[in-house]
């Protein structure tokens, strides 16, 4: 069983910083592309950031310059690290962990809120 489990979102100022960390498990697997997608009221979900395997990096263009994805020192851990925070970042953080040829798997998500 794939268990994908967000920790570190809160409430911050805006111009504050927060790290969300993902850790992903399942038996026998290395997971690929990990990713961090949000999504805030009335909003569909949307990428925020994504590394591959090989450590290829994608950003939504709203973050770039303030956030920072990167694999953790466990194996399959992602940490987004999010500073300059804005009210606009304000919604719920979703990882993403993908796995073989088309397996994927998504967590409960962790809600961001930063004020202004």
């Known amino acids: 069983q794939v268990q994908v489990v967000e920790s570190g979102g809160g409430l911050v100022q805006a111009g504050g910083s927060l790290r969300l960390t993902c850790a992903a498990s399942?038996?026998?697997?290395?997971?690929?592309?990990m990713g961090w997608y949000r999504q805030a009221s009335g909003n569909q979900r949307e990428l925020v950031a994504s590394i591959t395997g090989g450590g290829v990096i994608n950003y939504a263009d709203s973050v770039k310059g303030r956030f920072t994805i990167s694999r953790g020192n466990a194996q399959n851990t992602v940490v987004l690290q999010m500073t300059s925070l804005k009210p606009e970042d304000t919604a719920v953080y979703y990882c993403?962990?993908?796995?073989?040829?088309?397996?994927?798997?998504w967590g409960q998500g962790t809600q961001v809120t930063v004020s202004s």
């Open positions: 993403n962990a993908n796995w073989g040829l088309s397996m994927s798997s």
């Open positions: 399942i038996r026998d697997v290395t997971f690929t592309t």
